[in-house]
């Protein structure tokens, strides 16, 4: 049987010219960067080659590129990093509802910390009112922490309003870019960001490697502690491979990300058209203009997601109800509840994230095993009654 992945945001493959890079450098750039003999010095200057690339992708200085573990270390050290210098004095803080965990939880556990934190509501097209951050700012406010490109629904939030509120307050803003960078081009200072947040392997380089942009004048408190690493920010012998597999796979989506970006956006409108004319009572969860390109999330009334799931996994397609990270888990999506979707209706919702590997009859292929597992599950189904 033929399989088709249709589940990007989960995670992506690695580029073959990504791959090209990291298994060489996995034998040959083994020199710890932080020695100063010969294998130091290759691995040092790797590194920084890597660092160059990723701050090509954000349009920054290089040193304002820290690397990480990935999308959750960088939101942490943002997070952590901003609350945590202000411990005694100002002790209040801003996100979303519709955060991913990596920054849902780390907010959770700043509230353990004593921390008061306002979780800003969206709209039903899951996006969020500039103005609802506004008003939430108080004069204790430390940190803004708002993502750029939702992971389940692909709503893009409007990041350049956002950083102007809070650079006008005088609070840090964070935006959690882990799904949008690589869909979007991305220009880390035209959006007025402090701190943005990267993931290798949503951008076709490896798992355990991801970046944080600090912004230049902005300190982070460290996360862990040890070396003086990373300009004191991520003490750990750097994963030289990883960062370079990293800036290889960003320069290479800075490079043909427009056009290809194109190509996955028309893609996805097939496929969403061509479910939505073939299988009846489905809707389109979230804004259909503000999205990243590869994304649409939809929900099929009387239908349980995750047999969908499992239905078109047995016919060779790979697709997501709710985020791949919360998946076993039984609660609907917090995201759809929070736009004001029904349990049911969240329940029944599927998520299909293309990327580079996806072509036309892929698609339609797909289109029609949708149809016929719709149609299957809805028989069998004790809730749908089909409409006249
Ligand atoms: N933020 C968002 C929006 C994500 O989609 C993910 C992963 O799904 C993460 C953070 C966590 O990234 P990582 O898996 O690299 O830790």
Redesign the pocket.
């Known amino acids: 049987m033929n399989r088709f992945y249709f589940d990007h945001?989960?995670t992506t493959p690695l580029r073959p010219e990504v791959l090209q890079t990291l298994a060489p450098a996995l034998a040959e750039v083994y020199g710890n960067a932080s020695s100063i003999h010969y294998y130091g010095q290759i691995a040092k200057q790797r590194l920084e080659m890597a660092r160059r690339q990723l701050a090509g992708l954000l349009k920054c200085d290089p040193r304002e590129v820290v690397f990480v573990s990935?999308?959750?270390?960088a939101?942490n050290l943002a997070i952590f990093g901003i609350a945590r210098q202000n411990e005694s004095a100002r002790r209040h803080a801003i996100t979303t509802s519709i955060e991913?965990p990596?920054?849902l939880s780390a907010f959770a556990q700043l509230e353990r910390e004593g921390v008061d934190v306002t979780y800003a509501r969206v709209g039903s097209d899951g996006i969020v009112d500039p103005n609802e951050i506004r008003r939430a700012i108080r004069p204790d406010t430390v940190l803004i922490s708002v993502?750029h490109a939702?992971?389940e629904i692909g709503t893009m939030q409007p990041i350049e309003e956002i950083a102007a509120i809070a650079k006008d307050a005088g609070v840090a803003f964070h935006s959690?870019g882990?799904?949008a960078a690589g869909k979007i081009p991305i220009d880390a200072k035209a959006l007025g960001v402090d701190l943005y947040?990267i993931?290798?392997?949503?951008i076709y380089a490896p798992?355990g490697i991801?970046a944080l942009y600090v912004r230049n004048g902005i300190t982070v408190s460290k996360l862990l502690h040890g070396g003086r690493h990373e300009r004191d920010r991520r003490p750990g012998t750097e994963n030289v491979p990883g960062a370079m597999a990293l800036g290889c796979a960003a320069e290479l989506s800075e490079r043909d990300a427009v056009s290809e970006n194109r190509r996955i956006a028309a893609l996805r409108d097939r496929l969403e058209q061509g479910i939505v004319d073939r299988a009846p009572a489905v809707g389109i969860n979230g804004a259909r203009d503000s999205r990243v390109p590869n994304t649409t999330n939809l929900h099929f009334d009387g239908i349980e997601g995750e047999a969908m799931v499992i239905s078109l996994d047995l016919k060779g397609f790979a697709v997501s109800s709710g985020?791949?990270?919360s998946s076993g888990a039984v609660e609907p999506s917090h995201v759809l509840l929070a736009m004001g979707l029904s349990r049911e209706l969240a329940r029944s919702s599927l998520r299909f994230s293309l990327g580079r590997d996806n072509t036309e009859a892929q698609v339609d292929a797909l289109i029609e095993a949708v149809a016929e597992s719709a149609a299957h599950l809805r028989k069998i189904s004790p809730t749908y009654t089909a409409r006249a």
């Open positions: 945001n989960a990935g999308g959750t270390e939101d991913h990596a920054v993502m939702n992971n959690d882990v799904q947040s993931s290798g392997h949503k798992k991801g985020s791949a990270c």
